[in-house]
């Protein structure tokens, strides 16, 4: 897929599983399965799906997946599997290195987003993953990240991202912004303060990456809404604003959880919002 100077490349940065009802919320079990079957552990599949903007000088890698610094305990809970796809196997694939990355655009900070952005080298020194990227973020997640509650704790790593700000390569938006004359970041609140999804635009064509507001292609309906979600009615009130846009405009969105299906268009009808079509970049 290409968007003005933008040729689009999928990235798989791995496999891990979370637990389905809390990925469900108050959706029951018997209507959740349906797109998203559970193991014995009541995990459903997810993946750490990035994405590639390259535009020949510029390339432009949104969120960075889990990385490899997770104790072996937290990797057995969330089965954490690298057996098929790594970032940096995927991104050679497409002819790319870590060192090739400009820009590193986060949506938020959770493990499973930020992760990715930094590694223990053989001394177990903490080392950038992308050493000539500027990497991008809201202010007020980052604030979030280096003071979260109680509720939400487990989901942060400082060791994903204040190394980021230590050598100076972390720029902080504030609200939406418009990154360039393609991309423009779109902060939303229900899932955690700030997080941005990414919506790049042409006049032709749209692709929005919908990061954890819709995170699988079984998250379309409107109820189906995260219990880890700090506000899941800000969440709720957020999903009907932008599934408007995505079927009034047919726009492209782009799972980042979703092993199944990587892309996808979005349509309503009589029950609701429904993905009409599905498929890959």
């Known amino acids: 897929m290409k968007i003005g100077d933008y040729n689009l490349h999928s990235v798989q940065t791995g496999l891990f599983k979370l637990d389905g009802g809390a990925m469900f919320g108050v959706v029951p079990k018997n209507l959740w399965t349906k797109t998203n079957p559970s193991d014995d552990f009541n995990r459903i599949d997810m993946c750490t799906r990035a994405l590639l903007f390259d535009s020949g000088e510029r390339k432009i890698l949104i969120d960075t997946g889990i990385g490899y610094k997770l104790s072996e305990k937290i990797n057995k809970i969330y089965d954490v599997d690298y057996s098929q796809y790594t970032l940096e196997k995927s991104l050679e694939e497409k002819g790319f290195k870590r060192e090739d990355v400009t820009d590193v655009i986060l949506t938020h900070l959770h493990f499973d987003h930020a992760g990715g952005n930094t590694y223990y080298d053989k001394d ?158």
């Not at 899941?232 to 079927?247: C, D, F, G, V």
């Open 124 to 281: 177990n020194q903490l080392q950038l993953s992308f050493p000539n990227a500027t990497y991008h973020v809201q202010r007020k997640q980052y604030e979030w990240a280096m003071n979260p509650t109680e509720r939400d704790k487990a989901s942060f790593f400082p060791e994903n991202y204040k190394i980021l700000e230590d050598k100076k390569v972390l720029k902080f938006y504030d609200g939406e912004n418009k990154f360039d004359d393609v991309i423009t970041l779109c902060p939303v609140n229900g899932h955690t303060s700030h997080m941005q999804l990414i919506k790049a635009s042409d006049g032709e064509q749209t692709l929005f990456y919908l990061a954890d507001l819709i995170p699988t292609a079984g998250h379309v309906p409107l109820a189906y809404i995260m219990g880890y979600d700090l506000f899941p009615l800000t969440t709720l009130e957020e999903k009907r604003k932008y599934l408007k846009n995505i079927a009034d405009e047919n726009w492209t969105v782009f799972f980042e959880h979703d092993p199944y299906s990587e892309a996808a268009k979005i349509g309503l009808g009589e029950k609701g919002y429904f993905v009409k079509e599905k498929f890959n970049l």
